[in-house]
């Protein structure tokens, strides 16, 4: 305690002389203390400010002080900051000092205080704090609306990649209040019971238009949001600086990508040299210029400074003025004197300072490509000859030039076009020949291809050919074509020929191209072969002929066969015994035929080998139109003759026969089983000979069915299968039965006609109208029966008298021989009858003569209505007329009642008129029975009777006699 | 989305510029139902969301959920389509006309916001208004016609202070501005539709309040919501305000 008084009393002791020099340095006493403290909040960049003054000085004096500020929030023992603030204060100055929250303050109430300290080295005692001042509360809640939720802050600017905090005060103390970014919630922390915070890290830009923070009371209830606008601003990329005349800078830079926000205007740049300490403000976002200092500055330090609200960013270069020169473009480009192989360029640059030099490049391109490049030093005014040139080309040229102190960029191009001017054809042009005989004229067609444009030397205008005759001198004939014709055509006599062919452009004329065509038939029976297609196109070799070759050409047709052909040939030299045909016209499947010449001395071409060939080889498109001969039993010949191998798509190597049996087991010998695409069995017969074209199928089976189908094949496959034709195999014998059977038929029908021919030869000898009853057998008949009182009536005897037949109306039942049908049914209602009339009107004979019909002879005499009413008698039965209705039952019935006697049969049971008969009983011929039908009643006709005995002609009804519906004559009764 | 605008947006300048050429040649057409049938298509194109709405959610971000159903409330700063339907024919031209007007004003504010879309959409609002004024015309010389009464609306009250919104409000507004916008001009079509008929079948000077049968007029942007706001009763004569909340 003694101890501590003691070290109290040195303090003071130690203090007192201290005390009087403050009191002569300051004339206030300490402490200092701030005074009329105010805070005020500034909601757009969320800082609170404060202003205060320290009243206590003297006037006219400064004193460094230090003010230590504590910043409480929501209350003032909840202390968030706590600064010391070290500054020069005077006498009523009012001091000022900002912070800036976090937390945006409108979401809670804040309390500032401070106090103060002297820090001045002046006083070297140790300074100790005043007094705090009293709080001052910075609530922005209260210039809030009446909305029930705010989020906060509004329209914020924040830099990209920044972390910004956001709150909402909320006037309903809900719990149900959600926040969103960009439609996603975010979660942060309570602070208070209606305040909330949400800390966003690292922001990025999404739109122009901000991006969009909101917090709503769940289930559509209030709503409160912001809008943040995110800045981007990029450090610029390639800053550079050059000149074209040293006398002006211009700076370029790329920027990159302005957020373009419509918070904040874009991005400034400002361009700054550190040697000079100028500095410009850039109107264009990439580039600047900048003045030359008259000086002879040569070194320059530039920074690009980009500037936007919230940051800046800048870029530095370092560089010599003199390495920076980037020549303007050249002028005035253009062609002089330009002729068929040369051309001056002339040019002229922008002079850079003084006596300066520039390295000029000047390329000359045709078609596109760098031809000629050449470098020229100049001052002002630059000129090259080019040389080298092709005439009537058309060519570009062009300058760039380069500072030649320091080489640093090119300068931008200058392009100028220009043509050489012409020149005579450089080159014969290549001719060929086809000679064809027309109406016994040789007629040469003369081709010739265009010259290159290298050779060409400017338009070719024409085509003179010159035909000279080798056989006789005679005036040379001139032909001048106009181009762009490329053939002419020559008739010529049997003379040999020679032949010039020049092509003319504005210039002249080219060297000729010289032929001779032969005036004797040409070596047309050659070596053929073949040739193989590559990718590469048809390899072509041959044998030389003759030792004095001076060439060879290859001539063949781009198209197919069956197109007119254009004719192509090539140009060989004479050691050469090999080529290669190419074309672009070369298609697969398609035939080529070359024709190789040999070139003699003479100039006269000989043809030495053809070759044909193909680029691909196909498979046959078509199959060959069989036809089928020679059918028989066994065999059958096929052929397909019309059919072109030359024209197939590939070398026909032969044939392919395929034959189906409807068995389908056994195939015919020299046939093999092979299975077709289809999957069906048939047979196959393979023909390797493609010149043969036809097949005969043998053993087959007869009245068979076979299905044959032809198709060629190549090296690459067969043809299409094709339907198959059906043939059917004939019987073994039915040719022998043919070879009988048809001459048979044939001499049938001659004999048929024969017959016809001679019916009336034939009638009269087989079967007369009127038989001759001299020569009937009835007749021998009698005489053998040795009757004497039987004669043969003769017609001269014969007395014409009318005799009249009447059938009694009796109603009795009467049939018709041969339809048996019952007259009950056709009941007779007047008599019939027979008339017997004179025949003098028609008779030309020596008498009257009665004509009526002898039924012994009817046969059928019922079948005539007219002349069937005869009157049958009632007592026979219908059923006894049946035996006389044919001819045997008849003679048999003549035969047996001839022997009878006449006399057997009473007359009146007869019950018949009688009708008179011309001939005796005793005539008649059994052997000639009339076959014809009776004429109708009406006839007239005379006809030769027979007069049969009564006997024979009436049987009594009880025996059954057959002719008891026939009307017969009666003994002794006869009319005549 | 992008195609039918593309499609559209031809058309848009068409009608534009044929209307903008019919107002400045003072050329009106002469047939009622030609005119009236212009003026059909014209509120049906203008009642179309894809021509300024729909790009301006797009635009400003507001295609989220929780923002997009705000912007399909329609404010009440239209006239509702019972309120159209119960002014006379004159009153209704001049109400369009009007509201239209103030439109345009508020849209030139947005230009920033849609340069493309507000430039279509003032051309047709203006070729708009331009037959807006030539059926006032030929109405006025029909036996319907009314005192003559200037098509433009007057100046109206002086919009209050209104604290300066911030640019989230500012979407919202705007987004339910051009909500109303097309919501108004369905209420116009659908008017319209309505005349052709009342027009045949009477020359009452009030609408009918009957919907035409077999109406096809396109579906509006807004069901319901813009018939309950300015109720103004049948006779009375709906005056203009002057503006539009912002």
């Given amino acids: 305690m003694a101890l501590f008084a003691v070290f109290q009393t040195t303090f003071l002791l130690a203090l007192l002389p201290l005390r009087t020099y403050e009191s002569e340095v300051l004339s206030e006493p300490l402490p200092l203390t701030p005074e009329s403290l105010k805070v005020s909040v500034n909601s757009t960049r969320q800082c609170l400010h404060l202003q205060w003054t320290v009243h206590s000085l003297a006037y006219h004096q400064e004193l460094k002080m230090v003010f230590q500020i504590q910043i409480s929030r929501f209350k003032t023992s909840n202390v968030i900051w706590v600064e010391n603030y070290r500054t020069t204060v005077k006498r009523n100055r009012v001091l000022h000092w900002s912070w800036e929250s976090k937390l945006p303050l409108e979401c809670a109430a804040h309390f500032i205080r401070m106090r103060s300290m002297v820090d001045d080295a002046r006083i070297p005692k140790p300074g100790f704090w005043s007094n705090w001042s009293s709080w001052e509360e910075a609530d922005a809640q209260n210039s809030l609306g009446r909305d029930p939720l705010f989020v906060f802050p509004k329209d914020k600017l924040v830099e990209e990649g920044s972390n910004v905090t956001i709150c909402y005060v909320s006037r309903i103390h809900q719990d149900n209040i959600s926040c969103y970014l960009e439609g996603v919630q975010i979660y942060g922390e309570q602070l208070d019971r209606s305040v909330s915070a949400f800390e966003l890290k690292n922001v990025s830009f999404i739109r122009k238009k901000g991006t969009n923070v909101f917090c709503k009371v769940d289930q559509g209830g209030a709503l409160g949001g912001i809008v943040l606008f995110v800045s981007m601003l990029e450090e610029p990329k390639d800053f550079s600086c050059e000149t074209q005349d040293l006398k002006t800078l211009t700076c370029t830079w790329d920027p990159g990508s302005d957020t373009g926000l419509s918070k904040q205007p874009s991005q400034s740049y400002t361009l700054f040299e550190s040697f000079s300490g100028k500095k410009t403000l850039c109107k264009h976002r990439n580039w600047c210029n900048w003045q030359v200092a008259q000086d002879s500055q040569e070194t320059y330090n530039f920074t690009l400074v980009a500037e936007n609200y919230l940051r800046k960013r800048s870029v530095s270069i370092l560089f010599n003025l003199t390495q920076r020169v980037h020549p303007m473009t050249p002028y005035k480009l253009f062609p002089k004197n330009v002729g068929a192989t040369n051309a001056t360029m002339t040019w002229k640059v922008h002079s850079i300072g003084n006596n300066s030099t520039l390295l000029c490049q000047l390329e000359l391109l045709a078609e596109g490509k760098v031809i000629q490049q050449h470098n020229v030093s100049i001052k002002v005014n630059g000129e090259y000859l080019l040389s080298e040139l092709e005439p009537d080309t058309e060519y570009v040229a062009r300058v760039r030039c380069a500072y030649t102190n320091h080489f640093w960029k090119w300068s931008e191009l200058i392009s100028q076009k220009f043509n050489t001017a012409e020149a005579a054809p450089s080159e014969a042009p290549d001719v060929w020949r086809n000679m064809k005989m027309v109406s016994g004229h040789p007629t040469v067609s003369l081709f010739w291809k265009p010259l290159s444009k290298v050779h060409a030397n400017g338009k070719i205008l024409f085509y003179n050919v010159i035909v000279e005759n080798l056989d006789k001198p005679s005036r040379l004939e001139v032909l001048s074509i106009p181009a762009p014709a490329r053939s002419t055509e020559l008739t010529l006599s049997q003379c040999s020929y020679q032949i010039h062919v020049t092509a003319h452009n504005n210039v002249g004329p080219s060297p000729a191209s010289v032929i001779v065509i032969s005036g004797g038939p040409g070596n047309e029976e050659v070596e053929s072969g073949r040739v193989n297609g590559t990718e590469d196109g048809f390899s072509v070799s041959w044998k030389p002929q003759s030792g004095d070759a001076t060439g060879y050409v290859v001539e063949w047709c781009d198209g197919p066969q069956d197109l007119p052909c254009v004719l192509q040939w090539k140009n060989l030299g004479p050691n050469t015994t090999s080529t290669v045909i190419s074309s672009g016209a070369f298609r697969p499947g398609v035939r080529y035929n070359f024709r190789i010449y040999e070139i003699s001395a003479k100039r006269m071409a000989h043809l030495l080998e053809t070759k044909a060939g193909y680029l691909e080889e196909l498979a046959p498109s078509d199959n060959p139109q069989v036809v089928m001969s020679n059918l028989t039993s066994h065999s059958f010949t096929l052929s397909w003759k019309d059919y072109s191998t030359e024209s197939q798509p590939g070398f026909i190597q032969g044939y392919h026969v395929y034959l189906k049996t409807k068995a389908g087991e056994h195939c015919p010998p020299a046939f093999e089983k092979t299975v077709l695409p289809e999957d069906s069995v048939c047979c196959r017969h393979t023909i390797d000979n493609p010149e043969q074209k036809t097949f005969v199928v043998e053993n087959l089976q007869p009245e068979s069915i076979y299905e044959f189908f032809v198709t060629p094949y190549t090296s690459v496959g067969e043809g299409p299968l094709d339907a198959f034709t059906k043939i059917t195999t004939p019987d073994e014998y039915s040719h022998i039965l043919i070879r009988i059977i048809l001459p048979m038929i044939f001499c049938v029908l001659i004999v048929m006609i024969i017959c016809y021919l001679k019916r009336q030869w034939l009638k009269e000898k087989c079967y007369p109208d009127i038989p001759d009853p001299y020569k009937s057998s009835v007749l021998s008949l009698i005489k053998s029966k040795e009757n004497p009182h039987l004669t043969i009536m003769n017609v001269n005897d014969c007395v014409p008298d009318a005799i009249e037949v009447i059938n009694k109306p009796e109603g009795s039942k009467i049939q018709f021989l041969g339809t048996r049908k019952s007259l009950t049914e056709t009941e007779f209602t007047k008599p019939a009858y027979i008339y017997l009339l004179p025949t003098e009107k028609n008779y030309s004979g020596p008498g009257p003569c009665i004509c009526f019909e002898n039924f012994t002879y009817n046969q059928a005499a019922s079948d005539f209505a007219s002349c069937g009413h005869f009157p049958v008698t009632p007592q026979a039965p219908p059923h006894q007329l049946g035996p006389l209705t044919s001819p045997e039952n008849l003679l048999k019935a003549l035969e047996q009642n001839y022997m009878n006697s006449l006399g057997e049969i009473p007359a009146g049971e007869a019950n018949l008129n009688y009708v008179s008969q011309l001939a005796s009983p005793t005539s008649g011929d059994k052997d000639s029975l009339p076959t014809n039908p009776p004429e109708p009643a009406l006839c007239s006709e005379y006809k030769m009777q027979m007069a049969i005995p009564l006997g024979l002609a009436s049987a009594p009804p009880s025996e059954n006699s057959s002719l008891s519906s026939t009307t017969l004559l009666g003994q002794g009764e006869h009319y005549c | ?246």
């Fill in chain 2, 1 to 246: 989305m992008r195609a039918q605008r593309m499609r559209r947006t031809p058309l848009s300048v068409i009608l534009g510029l044929l209307f903008l050429s019919m107002a400045a040649t003072s050329k009106c057409l002469g047939k009622y139902h030609e005119l009236l049938l212009q003026l059909r298509r014209q509120a049906d194109h203008m009642q179309d969301t894809s021509t300024l709405l729909d790009p301006y959610i797009r635009i400003q971000g507001l295609d989220t959920p929780g923002l997009k159903e705000r912007c399909r409330e329609c404010p009440r700063a239209f006239p509702s389509e019972d309120a159209l339907r119960g002014l006379s024919r004159q009153g209704f031209l001049r109400t369009l006309n009007a509201t239209l007007g103030l439109v345009l004003h508020r849209l030139t504010a947005l230009y920033q916001d849609l340069p493309e879309a507000q430039q279509l959409v003032g051309l047709n609002i203006r070729g708009f208004r331009s037959n807006i004024h030539c059926m006032s015309l030929l109405l006025r010389s029909s036996s319907e016609a009314e005192t003559p009464e200037p098509t433009q609306p007057g100046p109206g009250p002086t919009p209050p202070p209104t604290p300066p919104s911030d640019a989230f409000q500012h979407k919202l507004k705007s987004c339910r501005f051009l909500r109303g916008y097309h919501c108004f001009m369905h209420s116009v079509g659908q008017v319209l539709r309505e005349w052709g008929e009342s027009r045949s079948r009477s020359r009452s000077r009030r609408h009918s309040p009957r919907r035409a049968p077999g109406d096809t007029a396109p579906s509006g942007p807004c069901r319901g919501g813009a018939r309950r706001m300015w109720p103004f009763r049948r006779d009375r004569r709906l005056m203009p305000r002057g503006h539009l909340p912002r």
